[in-house]
């Protein structure tokens, strides 16, 4: 067979550990042919390819990105985007694809499938959102990076006796604000599944303050306060439909200076937590994932994705990649709850 292989939307530690995997298993044991298309759907658009045999595989372990490219390119939103991707795939006989991506990736993936395309997919996302598998991959590494800055920012909040917040990732769900506070020990933690109350956060914020310590927020850029909105960066959505939210934490500064007169900071980390190296964990996931994948796309199991169930990698179909994001529940962020003030 000859196999395209694409990733798709936003970059995240572990990408290049699946395509080595599907590469090296694929082609060193299966015998397989692989095509690597460029930048997510727009490279089957516009027929944006590159060589990936075992040779381009080597030493992309430890990288983070991807070395296909990725971007947030719809199909459905270019004209004529699903024809000319079929067509492409005909002209350069390529058999099945396996996709590397999140909702919106593996959605479009999802409609090929049910027109006829041989598709396998491979669930990625830092959010961790995806209901249909356990964890994804770049989730630990964004969750050590944001406890890293949280463990670094307790010790400058206490020489400046400061609140220091810190925005994380975390669109429709606050699961690097809940690891990663929980794992750096953050006196608040916001997300987006629990509208906050400000005046509840201040509390916290001034009982910190009384015992001589100085507080540390979490706040995914999704959180939202009772009855408010989500901040937003830019007017305008993406091909996709979603919005870029950014704001919240240094909304949040200024509103807890206004009602504590403590003064109050800002980090957001931003990309910084999609980028460099992988965790060993997502290494690891990363590369069963791969190996998975491309047994998968071997057996003809087409419109299926690979998804970690416990410790085992199971197959489940395509389109539970995309019916239901997998939230926070209210008894985890109770657990973490605990530790607020
Ligand atoms: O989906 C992953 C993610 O990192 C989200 O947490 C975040 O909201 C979004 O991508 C940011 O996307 P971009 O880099 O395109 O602004």
Known sequence: MRIGVLTGGGDCPGLNAVIRAVVRKGAGIYGHEFVGFRDGWKGPIENLTMPLGIAEVRGILPRGGTILGSSRTNPFKVDNGIER??????????DALIAIGGEDTLGVATKLHEIGVNVVGVPKTIDNDLNATDYTFGFDTAVNIAME???RLHTTAESHHRALIVEVMGRHAGWIALHAGMAGG???????EQPFSLERVCSYVESRFQSHYAPIIVVAEGAVPDGGENATMAKGLDSFGHVRLGGIGEWLAGEIEKATGKEARTTVLGHIQRGGTPS?????LATRFGLHAIDAAHDGAFGEMVALRGTEIVRVPLASA???LKLVKPEMYAEAEVFFG
């Open 186 to 192: 953050a006196n608040v933690i916001l997300i987006p």
């Open 280 to 284: 060993a964990f997502d290494r690891t």
């Open 149 to 151: 800055a949280i463990d």
């Open 322 to 324: 995309t019916t239901e």
């Open 85 to 94: 991707i079929t067509e492409n795939l005909a002209t350069g006989a390529v």
